[in-house]
Every structure is written in structure tokens, then in C-alpha cells.
């Protein structure tokens, strides 16, 4: 037991005793010995600022273009908690001398498809399918949920997506399981998109949780066709250096102006998915279509909503190109909006269909 003397007697030469008194030490210390401390795992956050994840410039539609005019979507997938928006320079006339055209704060969330999907969904439901996601960064299956609707609220369209080139929107979201996401009842080819094919791992925009602009300060010039456009994104101890970030370039086009796609092509009453229905009937080709008015019809039409009137400033091109060469066996124009049908026998042959909406 450690003990300290508090006092000692010495007593008397002729006692022969010396006297001691003392406590009990408890302050002592034993000497320790100690080994080295676990590695915890962590690594220190690098605070700098890093490229993006993913990133794409985007020419808006006529839909969301908010005021009708040519507008670039610039759109970056964040890279890391600490990134607190990007700063936007281009050159406007495709070459590379750089200006900054402004600070955007609104990440695009994203996710990949975990497989392949076709444009080809069958009759039953051509026109929705559910997609399961993985890879989901900045985004939570509750925030998802949250926006699932069976409509796109035009003012707060959440739940639509960007994928490649389509746009869709989707209806409910649910655990996957796993770490993946499904995205139930999605409608496919919505606003001046149709549907299409799509690679496995392809990159889904949620493009509804918010996306940055090239010009916010009015419409894109018309004079601008081609651009190049370097996304910085910044941490609140730098922004990337602009040499480091990769020259995304776009032309331009005029999509606003252009006609809205028919919906809901059919062959001899067959939807266009079934190509046993026109591979292999002979005699009359008659196809018809359900067309599309973007200044009169509402925001959320889909494929298969019945058929809207026709601006009269619209009319419809249809080709038939054989398989095998590729020749066009029907080149039919300006089919205006009282003849929303056309017809061509054949014998047999192997087709395809091309159509588009002209004004």
C-alpha cells in the first residue's frame, strides 16, 4: 500500500526508538506502460474542390422553359458533401476563351439504370414501366417518395427525370433493396421527347430536384449556335481551377419552336410496339396518330392521351424505309392535322417507320 510520512518523532537517546506517522498515499501513481492506439479508419476530408461526378449541358424544351425562349440547361451531379454550388464559364462562341456567366447553387441529383431499357414495352403498357436505380448520389428514397405523383405539378415538376435524351416522370418511388431504388410507373417519352432505347448503366438526371442555367438574365441569343461550357464547382476553401475542369461543348438549336412528336402511333390499329403486326400482315399499311398542340394542350400529356387539335401551322411527315436497305418505299409531307392518316399497300416486305412533326 503506498503510504507518505507526515511527521517523524525521533523520540530520546535513551528510548532507542524513532516514531513515524504517515497516511495512505492515494494521489499515487504507478508507473504505466502503454501501446500504440487502433487505427480508427478515418481519413481526413479533403476540403478542395473536386469536378463533378457527372455533368452534360442540356437545351431545354418548350415546357420548361419557363418563358418560352432558348435556354442550356448546365447541369452538374455533386461530388462530395462539402461542394456548395459551381461556377459557370463558356465561351459563346464555341472556341476557348472562358467568361463567367454565373454561380448556380442547384446540384442535380443522379442514378444508374441497372439494366438495359427498350422502347419496346410490349401492348399492354407501352407507355410505363418501372426503373430500378443504383449508384443514387444526393438524393433519398424519402425524397422520392415525397414527389411520386400520378401528375407533374408545373410548378414543381419533382418527379420528372432526364434520361439520355428522353424525359420521363414517375409515380412512386420504393426500397429496392439492396442499396436500389425503383421508380414505379414511369411515363415514358413526355413533353417533345419519345421513347427510346437506353444502355445498361445509363445516367438518370432528376432533373425536377433542381439544375443550373447557362444565361438566368434573359433567353439565349439567336445568333448562338455553338458553345463550350467548363463547370467549377467550389468548396468554401476554393473553386476547381479551370484548367482542370473538362470543355463541354453543345450546338445550339431552336428547340422551343419546334412541333410537339404524335402520340400513341398506331399501325392497322396495332400500337407501333407490336411489330408482329406489321412484319408480317400483308396488303394495306394504314398508320394513325394522336396529335399534339404545346400551347393549348396540358403539361403532363402523355403518349397515349387521346388527340389534341393540330396547330394549323403544323403538318406530318411519314417514311417507310425497307430493313434490308434502308431505302424509303413512302415518303409522304405535309399531312395536315384533318388527315391524321396514311396508307400504302405492300407485299410482304420488311419495314420500318419514320415519322416526325414539322412546322
Not at 440547361?73 to 464559364?89: D, K, M, P, T
Not at 417507310?320 to 415518303?331: H, N, P, S, Y
Request: aromatic letters at 6%.
Amino acid at each position: 500500500m503506498p503510504i507518505r510520512i507526515t511527521r517523524v518523532d525521533k523520540g530520546q537517546i535513551l528510548e532507542n526508538k524513532i516514531t513515524l506517522d504517515f497516511a495512505q498515499d492515494i494521489f499515487n501513481v504507478l508507473p504505466g506502460t502503454f501501446s500504440d492506439p487502433t487505427d480508427t479508419g478515418w481519413v481526413p476530408v479533403d476540403p478542395s474542390a473536386q469536378p463533378s461526378l457527372r455533368e452534360r449541358l442540356w437545351e431545354l424544351p418548350y415546357q420548361l422553359s419557363l418563358d418560352n425562349q432558348r435556354h442550356v440547361a448546365v447541369i452538374s451531379s455533386r461530388n462530395g458533401a462539402l461542394h456548395q454550388g459551381f461556377e459557370v464559364w463558356a465561351d459563346l462562341a464555341g472556341g476557348s476563351t472562358y467568361t463567367l456567366q454565373g454561380t448556380e447553387a442547384d446540384f442535380t441529383p443522379t442514378a444508374l439504370i441497372t439494366g438495359p431499357l427498350s422502347r419496346d414495352l410490349g401492348d399492354v403498357t407501352p407507355y410505363t414501366t418501372d426503373i430500378t436505380v443504383d449508384g443514387v448520389n444526393d438524393i433519398t428514397l424519402a425524397q422520392l417518395v415525397a414527389v411520386g405523383s400520378t401528375t407533374i405539378d408545373i410548378n414543381n415538376p419533382a418527379n420528372v427525370i432526364l434520361l439520355d435524351e428522353e424525359l420521363l416522370f414517375f409515380e412512386a418511388a420504393i426500397d429496392g433493396g439492396g442499396g436500389l431504388i425503383t421508380l414505379q410507373n414511369c411515363h415514358r417519352g413526355m413533353f417533345d421527347t419519345v421513347p427510346a432505347d437506353h444502355a445498361d448503366n445509363a445516367v438518370v438526371w432528376f432533373v425536377g430536384f433542381g439544375m443550373g442555367l447557362l444565361q438566368r438574365a434573359g433567353a439565349l441569343a439567336s445568333t448562338v449556335t455553338s458553345i463550350n461550357v467548363k463547370i467549377l464547382p467550389f468548396t468554401q476553401r476554393n473553386a476547381l481551377v479551370i484548367g482542370s475542369a473538362a470543355a463541354l461543348p453543345l450546338t445550339v438549336g431552336d428547340r422551343v419552336s419546334g412541333p410537339i412528336p404524335p402520340g400513341d402511333p398506331k399501325i392497322n390499329t396495332n400500337k407501333f410496339h407490336d411489330l408482329d403486326g406489321w412484319t408480317k400482315q400483308a396488303g394495306t399499311l394504314r398508320f394513325t396518330w394522336n396529335t399534339r398542340n404545346k400551347t393549348t394542350q396540358a403539361f403532363d400529356v402523355k403518349q397515349d392521351d387521346p388527340d389534341i387539335t393540330q396547330p394549323g401551322n403544323v403538318s406530318g411527315h411519314v417514311v417507310i424505309k425497307r430493313v434490308d436497305t434502308g431505302a424509303a418505299v413512302i415518303d409522304q409531307q405535309n399531312i395536315l392535322a384533318g388527315e391524321r392518316s396514311a396508307a400504302r399497300r405492300r407485299r410482304g416486305r420488311s419495314s420500318t417507320m419514320w415519322m416526325r412533326m414539322a412546322a
